[in-house]
């Protein structure tokens, strides 16, 4: 049977192909949302299918439908295949290489590959360096220019993919392999199970005996299947991630899980502590022999989470089901899909107490930031949409932009009339260092500015953050009581974790964001509780695990009387 992730594969593919023949953009984001949606389902496209169920899933028309329910059916999409047909198979694979590239659209990867005949990375960076980008139509020096530092980014980052773009597909995995005859016991490890958030490779450790790896061919979803007589295998997965597989004996399964979880700073860490080699069937045995508390997966990245253990101080670690409400959230009054009803009723839907919404301010013109009478009419709404729902708060606010000399978009009249302000960098990425920490110093000293929003500006894989002494806004924030956001869109995840733990040091509390942009990405949560959890937060950190009285309470208490 197809899996989730592989249909996905194909949507996404037909929406690379429809964008290279330079078909209608609304049908090319359609297959590229569809994509999206299947690969978060909680259940199996065949089950819905099944049900005919399909068409009720927001975003899945029955032209989608159609094709999902082919691919379902026969396992293939006569689209796919008509799209295909003009491309050699390995030409179509280096288009889709070509495409990652920051910068890049599938519209240009066609018009490069139609006219120049660049089908590669390494060909388009030598078109670069010969200057035959800058001639093609719509081009010129300028993105040129863009194009080879996108490549030198893609470089730096190749290999890695977005953890959550690939957790689908890898707990498909998990379970298929936990319900091959013969597996006693199997988890994720390495990078995968630290949920980090770039991830290279799928890892897994599994229970059993060593001839268990001939039955781990026949699972679903792996490619060019490689037995090394050690007791480990390799693979490919459907999305071109090599698979990694360690198979062990029951009474050791403990070792080998902990030693291939950890990256090397910890396992030596707590290796150190071991006074003989033994066989633990338990990553807790493990660590007890070393006289440690158990350390979550997620910490373990010798960041002093091995001090912690030693002295029993090890935090109780916040968890998605204690997130109480989520603010950060657009509409279509700015670059949302939803309206405000629409994304109340699903936060509603999943548990949420409340809600912030928080469109563009004005600065943001290319999204039609609001102007002071769109404010005014977007409360209206808010106080509508309100009564209709009284079982979750909605919170007003603003993502107000920081301008470069560090003041904020709105005078302090208007950003006082809102229930929260969250204070972001959408411009002027190039600033140098001491102006650019200057500017977001400034902008938390604002006494109606609730907290920092994105910190850095970062896009994985595809931006790289602008420069910042990150150590001094942080202590900037601790100093003047702001909150800084946990951004949980998978291409931001930020504040970095890595800073997350000296930001608890300071006394910094968090609030995790979804930013999100439909329905759908109000499910970000988890990629930032990933994130609080890799950084050390507990749930008092986390400041939207209030209940919606106390959250209410909270934001009224740092709204300053407005002094005329």
């Given at each position: 049977m197809i899996t989730k992730s592989e249909i996905a594969k194909v949507l996404e593919e037909?929406?690379?192909?429809?964008?290279?023949?330079?078909?209608?953009?609304?049908?090319?984001?359609?297959?590229?949302?569809?994509?999206?949606i299947i690969r978060n389902l909680p259940e199996q496209p065949a089950a819905l299918a099944e049900k005919g169920a399909l068409t009720e899933i927001q975003g899945i028309g029955p032209t989608l439908a159609g094709t999902i329910t082919e691919l379902i059916t026969s396992g293939s999409s006569r689209l796919h295949q008509e799209l295909?047909?003009?491309?050699?198979?390995?030409?179509?694979e280096n288009l889709l290489k070509l495409a990652e590239v920051p910068g890049?659209?599938?519209?240009?990867?066609?018009?490069i590959y139609e006219?120049?005949?660049?089908?590669?990375?390494?060909?388009?960076?030598?078109?670069?360096?010969?200057n035959r980008l800058a001639e093609l139509p719509g081009f010129g020096k300028k993105t040129q220019e863009k194009i080879l530092a996108g490549i030198q980014r893609f470089q730096r980052h190749q290999g890695n993919r977005l953890y959550a773009d690939v957790i689908g597909e890898a707990e498909e995995l998990l379970l298929a392999l936990r319900a091959v005859p013969g597996v006693q016991r199997a988890e994720f490890a390495g990078a995968l199970r630290r949920k980090n958030e770039l991830v290279?490779?799928?890892?897994?450790?599994?229970?059993?005996?060593?001839?268990?790896?001939?039955?781990?061919?026949?699972?679903?979803?792996?490619?060019?299947?490689?037995?090394?007589?050690s007791g480990t295998a390799s693979a490919v997965s459907v999305q071109g991630l090599p698979v990694e597989f360690n198979i062990v004996p029951e009474q050791n399964y403990g070792w080998e899980l902990f030693a291939a979880t950890g990256n090397p700073q910890h396992v030596e860490a707590v290796t150190q502590r071991l006074t003989s080699q033994e066989s633990f069937d338990t990553e807790q045995a493990v660590y007890a022999a070393a006289g440690l508390s158990w350390v979550p997966p997620e910490m373990r990245e010798g960041y002093?989470?091995?001090?912690?253990?030693?002295?029993?101080?090890?935090?109780?670690?916040?968890?998605?089901?204690q997130v109480q409400g989520i603010f950060h959230n657009h509409t279509v009054y700015t670059d949302g899909s939803a309206t405000v009803e629409q994304m109340a009723r699903a936060a509603q839907a999943l548990g949420y107490r409340y809600i912030g919404i928080s469109d563009h301010s004005q600065s943001a013109y290319y999204v039609h930031g609001l102007k002071e009478d769109r404010i005014i009419a977007q409360r209206e709404e808010i106080e509508v949409v309100q009564a209709k729902l009284p079982g979750i708060r909605i919170f007003k606010g603003i993502e107000a932009d920081i301008l470069a000399d560090g003041s904020m978009d709105y005078p302090d009249d208007i950003l006082a009339s809102f229930d929260f302000v969250i204070a972001s960098v959408h411009s002027r990425f190039n600033l140098s260092e001491?102006?650019?920490?200057?500017?977001?110093?400034?902008?938390?000293?604002?006494?109606?500015?609730?907290?920092?929003?994105?910190?850095?500006?970062?896009?994985?894989?595809?931006?790289?953050?602008?420069?910042?002494?990150?150590?001094?806004?942080?202590?900037?924030?601790?100093?003047?009581?702001?909150?800084?956001?946990?951004?949980?869109?998978?291409?931001?995840?930020?504040?970095?974790?890595?800073?997350?733990?000296?930001?608890k040091e300071q006394g910094v509390k968090f609030s995790i964001?979804?930013?999100?942009?439909?329905?759908?990405?109000?499910?970000?949560?988890?990629?930032?509780?990933?994130v609080a959890r890799k950084g050390g937060l507990t749930a008092t950190e986390v400041i939207n695990t209030l209940p919606v009285g106390k959250m209410a309470a909270y934001l009224q208490a740092r709204r300053p009387n407005l002094v005329l």
């Open positions: 037909i929406a690379f192909l429809l964008a290279l023949k330079g078909e209608n953009p609304f049908k090319v984001k359609a297959y590229s949302k569809a994509a999206r295909r047909a003009p491309y050699p198979s390995t030409v179509l890049l659209g599938p519209q240009h990867v066609g018009l006219r120049l005949g660049v089908a590669t990375v390494g060909e388009l960076q030598y078109a670069g360096v010969e290279q490779n799928f890892s897994f450790v599994l229970a059993g005996e060593e001839s268990l790896h001939e039955r781990v061919r026949s699972v679903p979803g792996l490619q060019r299947m490689v037995v090394e007589k002093g989470e091995v001090e912690l253990a030693m002295a029993g101080q090890l935090p109780s670690l916040v968890e998605t089901s001491e102006d650019q920490t200057r500017r977001l110093c400034r902008a938390l000293t604002n006494p109606y500015v609730t907290m920092l929003g994105h910190a850095t500006g970062r896009l994985l894989l595809s931006r790289d953050g602008y420069r910042v002494d990150m150590r001094k806004i942080i202590d900037t924030a601790a100093e003047q009581d702001k909150l800084i956001e946990i951004n949980a869109s998978r291409h931001r995840l930020e504040l970095d974790w890595r800073w997350c733990r000296y930001a964001n979804p930013d999100a942009h439909s329905t759908e990405e109000l499910r970000n949560i988890p990629w930032g509780i990933n």
